[in-house]
């Protein structure tokens, strides 16, 4: 492209945030959790090999042929949904390119995200040429869930006006409520990845004919419940101190909204295990995985940012309780 058809471009991009940023930013986070639900419904509905080669569908075809029937239709349908977190994740970067240097934060997390895509497809690509073997499975799985951690940053980080990002304010929860953050960080991801393993224990391999872990998955279940038991607890306690110091309003919110996916997915969680595994439940527990990282992160971020944590913050200077 000539030099000044790219100038012509750059001078029409964004100069400073703008609502578009923030759509992008949004959209990035949704499709993120949209990919992961549509790779649980190719390994519910035993489809992970429905596309037995890759990069290409099989040998001779780039796309599922009429003889691959609907296990190859969903399998190739899930991997054209990456060309569309491409195009996302693409906008993005654009979005922010005239901000590069103002907003390094920005174009920072958008470049992660861009870049985490094609290594997330790369990885799809060694499980099928590993025959869907669960312990790839489960890293395909744990990559998507930094994506959306790496996506629920970005949304938050778009909020912010330049003067805003520049700030350095006390930090939006006093100490004890970021010890239990710390915590609450470290037994979210330790229940995600317990997950994965009695995932790879269980009926739903993805293929009638790929292996499991071999790991006893009434063991690993009863495993994986017992940080689900002290995530709750801490949530819990979080939520009561957020109300005693009186923090600020969008860190309340945040830690409440956790609050109620923690309930919702342990639920979940308790009713497809009693329900011996009904594919319905395992694609909404699944859903819920990523709504429990995407909101543990969010308060995480909300509590140790030293940035304003809400829309009218830098303006009105919001009362925050003192570091402690």
């Not at 992961?36 to 796309?63: F, H, K, N, Q, Y």
């Not at 654009?94 to 870049?115: G, H, P, Y």
Request: overall charge positive; aromatic content about 4%.
């Amino acid at each position: 492209m000539p030099s000044s058809a790219l100038t012509r471009l750059r001078s029409r991009l964004p100069a400073t945030e703008t609502p578009l940023i923030r759509r992008l930013a949004i959209a990035s986070l949704v499709s993120q959790i949209v990919i992961v639900v549509t790779g649980g419904a190719v390994r519910l509905t035993a489809s992970g090999l429905g596309c037995p080669e890759w990069p290409r569908c099989t040998a001779d075809s780039i796309v599922s042929t009429p003889e691959l029937g609907l296990h190859g239709i969903i399998e190739f349908g899930n991997r054209l949904l990456t060309f569309v977190l491409v195009v996302i994740a693409v906008a993005m970067l654009v979005s922010v390119l005239n901000l590069r240097r103002q907003r390094r934060d920005l174009f920072r997390l958008s470049v992660a995200l861009l870049a985490g895509i094609p290594a997330q497809a790369v990885i799809g690509g060694i499980t099928v040429w590993t025959d869907l073997n669960p312990w790839v499975v489960g890293w395909h799985f744990l990559v998507s869930m930094a994506l959306v951690s790496v996506a629920t940053v970005l949304v938050n980080r778009t909020r912010l006006t330049t003067a805003q990002s520049r700030e350095r304010l006390p930090q939006a929860a006093p100490r004890i409520l970021r010890q239990l953050l710390a915590v609450i960080a470290v037994l979210t991801g330790l229940v995600v990845v317990l997950g994965v393993i009695v995932t790879g224990s269980g009926p739903h391999a993805g293929d009638h004919g790929a292996a499991r872990n071999n790991l006893d998955p009434e063991l690993m279940t009863r495993i994986h419940a017992a940080p689900v038991y002290l995530l709750v607890m801490t949530v819990a306690l979080a939520v009561a101190l957020a109300y005693r110091h009186r923090v600020a309003p969008a860190l309340r919110r945040s830690l409440v909204l956790l609050a109620v996916v923690v309930l919702a997915q342990g639920a979940v969680g308790y009713a497809q295990h009693f329900l011996h595994l009904p594919i319905g439940l395992v694609a909404l527990h699944l859903l819920g995985a990523s709504l429990l990282t995407a909101a543990a992160v969010h308060a995480v971020y909300t509590g140790y940012t030293r940035q304003p944590t809400g829309a009218a913050a830098g303006a009105l200077g919001q009362v925050r309780t003192p570091v402690r």
